[in-house]
């Protein structure tokens, strides 16, 4: 699970940072109130403050709850500066039914576009995944400082569903491609 998971996330990176452009947009995405303009370690202590548990083993993992919905969160940090540089959430929960997966994904969308004040829209181009969402997060300028996507996916062996969410902040998105990260 976890291999998937930082597999998907690596894929999700790759995808932010060949469409992403330059900005020189001083606003950092937040998480929960805590800011992606945090060293990784810091912001690692404070999803723990929040009641996250980290994983023993491996502390780019945590577990808990986000919107009132049980998930695991996966923290990217750039290779040299250590800086957060997004963040992956999964469901905890397998579906077997996609349409109840896709009902929880689509409340997800709706908070979170409440929350960051911005549309998140359907990409129905996308085939990569079951359903898939984004919406770029803008400073009053219209210059983006941040993306959100939320997707349903299918594991094709297990036949089963899950949702998941992916934050970028695309200053320190930046810094991971200006540090050599893959």
Known sequence: ???HVKTLLATLCLLILCGAQRTEA???????GISFDNSFQAFGKALVAQGYEMDEED???????????EATLL????????????LF???????TDVKECAKV???????????????????????????????????EDGTP??????????DDEEGTFEWNVYFSDHINENLYSEEGGE
């Not at 502390?59 to 919905?69: C, H, M, R, S, V």
């Not at 923290?75 to 997004?86: D, G, I, N, V």
């Open 26 to 32: 001083q606003q950092h995405l937040t998480f929960q």
């Open 105 to 139: 994904a689509g409340a997800i969308c709706g908070q979170l576009e409440e929350l960051y004040n911005c549309s998140i829209e359907i990409d129905e181009e996308n085939t990569s995944s079951v359903l898939h969402s984004y919406g770029f997060l803008e400073n």
């Open 89 to 95: 959430i999964s469901s905890a929960a397998s579906y």
């Open 75 to 86: 923290l990217a940090q750039t290779p040299k500066t250590h800086r957060t540089s997004s």
């Open 59 to 69: 502390n780019d993992f945590f577990y808990g709850k986000f919107l009132g919905e």
């Open 145 to 154: 400082y941040g993306y959100i996507s939320v997707n349903v996916t299918k």
């Open 1 to 3: 699970m976890k291999q």
